[in-house]
């Protein structure tokens, strides 16, 4: 069964720092590009970061690109979102979610497997 | 980025009836739109991908439709477990976005 377990969120001051983490399990960690996409409280999805099968690419969206750095580890089969300069509105649940193509270098585009979430609130 | 809209905001329905939600880009997507399910306090579920493809383990009373600009969802007979929001995403140009989602409540 494949399974996404994040953790790491919390409250934290404006400024301040988190690193979450996403376990994966159940599936070839290895082969399949990961995502990170949060949700504010009553908003829609929205994709914040995404990182290659190897690690070699990683893309952000502009809201936090220079702030958030995502990365992963295979051995450990944990992608990470590093959170830094956090301001109010980066307050969110952030979901982990697997794209589901195996294929290096081709996204599929969609997202089939999610993680259950870890709510990060950023407030003074 | 490609802005999706998503109509109604809400949609009460009462169980064993059809609903029909719409999802509208502002860009051609091809048919290059998901679908998923969110329940309270849960992970959203890949419900169709491409439009109008079934994602696995997905119930027959859940079909997609549409392509360029115009899609719809549509449950045929809605079942308790069916009562949750409903978020449609683009993929056909980057950044992928999502719309704000239509929630399904009991009417």
């Known amino acids: 069964e494949v399974q996404l377990v994040e953790s790491g969120g919390g409250l934290v001051q404006p400024g301040g720092s988190l690193r979450l983490s996403c376990a994966a399990s159940?599936?070839?960690?290895?082969?399949?590009?990961m995502h990170w996409v949060r949700q504010a409280p009553g908003q829609g999805l929205v994709w914040i970061s995404r990182?290659?099968?190897?690690?070699?690419?990683?893309s952000y969206a502009d809201s936090v690109k220079g702030r958030f750095t995502i990365s992963r580890d295979n051995a450990k089969e944990t992608v990470y979102l590093q959170m830094n300069s956090l301001r109010a509105e980066d307050t969110a649940v952030y979901f982990c979610?697997?794209?589901?193509?195996?294929?290096?270098?081709?996204?599929?585009?969609?997202?089939?497997?999610w993680g259950q979430g870890t709510l990060v609130t950023v407030s003074s | 980025e490609i802005v999706m809209t998503q109509s109604p905001a809400t949609l009460s329905v009462s169980p064993g009836e059809r609903a029909t939600l719409s999802c509208g880009a502002s860009?051609?997507?091809?048919?290059?739109l998901a679908w998923y399910q969110q329940k309270p306090g849960q992970a959203p579920r890949l419900l169709i991908y491409g439009a109008s493809t079934r994602a696995t383990g997905i119930p027959a009373r859940f079909s997609g439709s549409g392509s360029g600009t115009e899609f719809t969802l549509t449950i045929s007979s809605l079942q308790s477990e069916d009562f949750a929001v409903y978020h449609c995403q683009q993929y056909n140009t980057w950044p992928w976005t999502f719309g704000q989602g239509t929630k399904v409540e009991i009417k």
């Open positions: 979610a697997r794209d589901p193509s195996p294929y290096f270098d081709i996204l599929t585009g969609y997202y089939d497997q």
């Open positions: 990182i290659r099968s190897d690690g070699g690419s990683t």
């Open positions: 159940g599936f070839l960690f290895d082969s399949y590009w």
């Open positions: 860009q051609s997507l091809s048919t290059n």
